[in-house]
């Protein structure tokens, strides 16, 4: 019998690779686990250069030598910058640590705190205000494990508030579900966050934040616990992969994806009228 997961989740926004340098898979096998398990979209989400062994910026700039289509799935070349102080060096003036040269090309671009880039001493206040300043990016589209309140205190009504205003999807990710994980002890804030940002209407998505293929689309049991809180799986953006292509269209014009499409779309009138 297959998991419900396969049925209803069909995209997976949250996927790491060796890009990562603690991650275990690449791009290619990555998406040939997805393809395996039946998916239609994988967002690549490698960490950004602040945290050891992050990606270098030009690692994000040169994700468009990754195919968009592979094997008929969508592949979103995205990152997971982090939040970071201001002074930083990376040329965003959202306080990321991806440049917003590099952001904007970006098919999904994904942002979390993560220890060790400058909000270790748990300031709610601080984190806050840089969380809020993050969103208001025009090339950020997501907001990750945003229950890891222990590590990263939060006023969690504010940035749900900030999500719904500035168009940001707020993940319930199911790795911090995980009792090894790096943030087991955020399992019930993140189910509640979720329950919480699903009510005040911010749209949602589930994804598995895997670092090796085999965990690929693996959303349980974060999803049983959406559904025992009260959240359907149709709040949840990643049902299907053309519901994601619309939501990210919603926001900014995507360089590298319309690039994709123009050559898998067989209805382009300009290129049926022109002899071959
Ligand atoms: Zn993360
Ligand atoms: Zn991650």
Redesign the pocket.
Known sequence: MKHEQEKCIKADL?V?TVG?GHGFSTVKENADAAIEKGMELIAI?D?GPSVPQGAHNWYFWNLNHVPGIYKGLTILRGC?ANIIPDGNPYESRWGIDVADIVARRLDYVTI?FHPTTGFDEGDEDKNTAALIKAMQSPYVDQF??PGNLIEFPLDVDAVIAAAIEYNVVLELNN?SLNPLGARAGSKMLEIEFAAKAYTAGATLSINS?A?HSTGIGNVEPALSYAKEYGIPIDAFLNTDAKRVIKHIKTKRDRPLLSTCQEKTEPHDEAKTSTPQ
Do not use: K, P
């Open positions: 949250h790491h990562s989400t960490h997971e979390g990750n494990h790795s934040d670092h």
